[in-house]
């Protein structure tokens, strides 16, 4: 019943081309290497990104040609800095600080005179390329597509979920008050799936200030599946109605039932809102519950061009779809890829609980603001496939 996280063929696929780009470095590296003057003339640009403005730095192929070069170096006034041998390349490098007037050409120029088989140069400075954001940051498209707000939104309600167990030291919060209740066994509970849908759920990039319920519902039954009871979902409903949850995240999908059914009613005419993945159940399913249900926001799931997920479920009932293929999770300090329905309806829950167009407003008012303001995907108008399009980000925060 539970929609568990996997790595796609498009992470995948990113590994391959990176592992062919090291097989092209890989093979450039045994071309063999000549140190000839450069068929171009020396360039000296960016002299501000030299490790020392006064340095010019030699390589020649061997003692001999070093020692000539420092000997003549020396008697046109260029001082000795270092002389190392890299034996790994079959070369020598040679520092010198040149001496006035000259500039860095004409330093160049100098040391390629004395010794033609040199090749001299300013001493450049490589800077790393790195930004504040994580290695991986190129990969994290959601908030892009969605054209968030860039510095995050406030959450004007809290924030409930209905999934398993939540890793809190894995999670890491940041910022966010999470508070867990488990309706099953937590020995017999997993752990990852709503520790990722919560990591999606309290991101700072998305939401701020975050007051999450986290109910657990799902642990190994005698069947030996990881599954919830409809008794434990009632029950986590009702939790999340006493401690004034207004919006519900559940990442649960299966058959219809008339007591879920008449739970769900009760919990929107007290004012909640509840957004549920379509399931992955593929193309030809049957509809799912409780996504299915009139009064529930059925989100489904589509990657970074825009395409649905290959395995969502289909139907009429589909209200909205939103990134939920690869999506980049940072849990536990390090980046992982996500793919399913379920990783798409945080996207949405964020939406309801930081838009003040939707707060305090009813499930169909809300429905009404997403789909008004939805990107229209595949053929136009509403579809069984994305529903409305693709959610739009809260226009203000």
Known sequence: MTEFSAQSRFARNIRRSLGAL??????????????????QPPSVADRAQTVDPREIVALVP?????????????????????????????????????????????????????????????NHAYRLAQTTETSLSRFDYANRLLAWPQDGCPARVKIGMIDTELDIKALGARGAQVVTRSFVDPAAGPEQHGTDVAALLVDPRRLRGVELFSAAVVARSTRGIEEAGVDDILKALDWLASEGVK????????????????????????????????????????????????????????????????????????????????????????????????????????????????????????????????????????DSTFGAGLLSAPGQC
């Open 22 to 39: 090291l097989s092209v470095a890989l093979l450039a590296s045994c071309s063999s290497f000549e140190l000839n003057p450069p068929s």
């Open 62 to 122: 061997d003692v001999r040609a070093a020692t000539r070069l420092r000997a003549g170096a020396e008697a046109e006034g260029f001082d000795f800095r270092e002389e190392a041998a890299l034996a790994g390349l079959n070369l020598r490098l040679l520092r010198f600080e040149f001496p006035q007037p000259l500039d860095g050409a004409g330093a160049i120029a100098a040391l390629e005179r004395i010794e033609p088989r040199s090749t001299a140069g300013v």
């Open 247 to 382: 919006v519900v995240n559940i990442s649960l999908s299966g058959p219809y039932n008339k007591l879920l059914d008449r739970g769900i009613d009760h919990a929107t005419g007290l004012g909640m809102t509840l957004v549920a993945a379509v399931g992955n159940d593929g193309a030809s399913a049957r509809p799912r519950y409780p996504a299915a249900l009139d009064n529930v926001i059925a989100v489904t799931a589509v990657d970074a061009n825009g395409g649905v997920y290959r395995n969502a479920v289909r139907g009429p009932h589909v209200d909205i779809a939103a990134p939920g293929v690869d999506i980049l999770l940072p849990v536990s300090g390090k980046g992982r890829f996500v793919t399913g329905t379920s990783m798409a309806v945080p996207f949405v829950t964020a939406t309801i609980a930081s838009d003040p167009n939707m707060d305090g407003a009813t499930t169909g008012a809300i429905l009404s603001h997403l789909r008004a303001a939805a990107q229209d995907l595949g053929s136009p108008g509403p």
